[in-house]
């Protein structure tokens, strides 16, 4: 059945893979990210949408206006986010703030605004990439970690709400995944293949979510490299 799916983050890494992925399968595809310049798509069944997902006071009516042209949508893929770590106090406010709105807050918006037409269907997903930071916190992780603990409590609050009305929620947690993700911070994942996930290998984890019969929730799935090494750059953009 081919579907009408929006994906956050679809303009790099894991939201792009994901996107072309489902793209080459014959979906719809809504993709949310600040810009798509960097990438050409070229798909008539592709939908770009820029939109900064930090600036929370103007999302209410963006979503809306979403919702509205594509009143079809039977799946959302959250992929947006990005990584700032570092000891808390180097932080500034601003900081801390834009971390906890784009990683966490700008989903709760979206989902709260998509929820009623989802509830409406027979069956629908909700699919959010959190991280193995979801799941145990780390060194200079605070933020970070605590904007994806907050995305997989609202997941895991959310299924038991969605459950009545045909909605599935799934919650993918990977480890260190290739992608653009570690241009702007102080590590990267080591050079060897088994020290990284592809961003193909969970675009093809959040395909087979979408793939399992309606009727059975694959609730989480942690994804890791074979080998755990962390590479240190010299400093943090
Ligand atoms: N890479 C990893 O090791 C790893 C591991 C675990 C979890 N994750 C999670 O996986 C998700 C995807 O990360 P990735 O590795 O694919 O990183 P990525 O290649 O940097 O992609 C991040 C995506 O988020 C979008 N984004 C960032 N800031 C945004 C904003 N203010 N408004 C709207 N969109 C914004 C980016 O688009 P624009 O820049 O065009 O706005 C881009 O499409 C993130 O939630 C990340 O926390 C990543």
Do not use: W
């Not at 929370?56 to 799946?75: D, N």
């Not at 979801?134 to 200079?140: I, R, S, V």
């Not at 990267?188 to 193909?200: F, H």
């Not at 979408?210 to 989480?220: A, G, S």
């Amino acid at each position: 059945m081919k579907r009408s799916i929006l994906v956050t983050g679809a303009s790099s890494g894991i939201g792009l893979e994901t996107t072309r992925k489902l793209l080459s399968e014959g979906h719809h595809v809504i993709g949310i990210a600040r810009g798509f310049d960097r990438v050409k798509i070229g798909n008539p069944n592709f939908n770009p949408v820029s939109l900064d997902l930090s600036q929370l006071a103007t999302l209410p009516q963006a979503f809306s206006k979403i919702c509205r042209e594509h009143p079809e949508i039977s799946a959302l893929i959250a992929c947006a986010g990005q990584g700032r770590f570092g000891m808390l106090e180097t932080f500034s406010f601003e900081q801390i703030k834009n971390l906890m709105d784009l990683n966490f807050m700008s989903h709760a918006y979206l989902v709260k605004t998509l929820m009623p037409q989802l509830k409406q269907l027979e069956h629908s997903d909700l699919i959010f990439i959190g991280s193995e930071a979801a799941l145990e916190g780390g060194q200079q992780g605070t933020i970070y970690c605590a904007s994806k603990f907050a995305l997989r409590g609202f997941a895991q609050s959310l299924r038991k709400e969605g459950a009545k009305s045909g909605v599935r929620v799934t919650m993918i947690n990977p480890g260190m995944v290739k992608t653009p993700f570690f241009e702007r911070l102080h590590f990267k994942p080591g050079p060897a293949d088994e020290n990284y996930i592809e961003a193909r290998d969970v675009a093809q984890t959040i395909l087979s979510v979408l793939k399992m019969r309606p009727e059975t929730v694959i609730d989480e799935i942690n994804l890791s490299p074979l080998k755990k090494v962390i590479a240190r750059k010299t400093k943090e953009k």
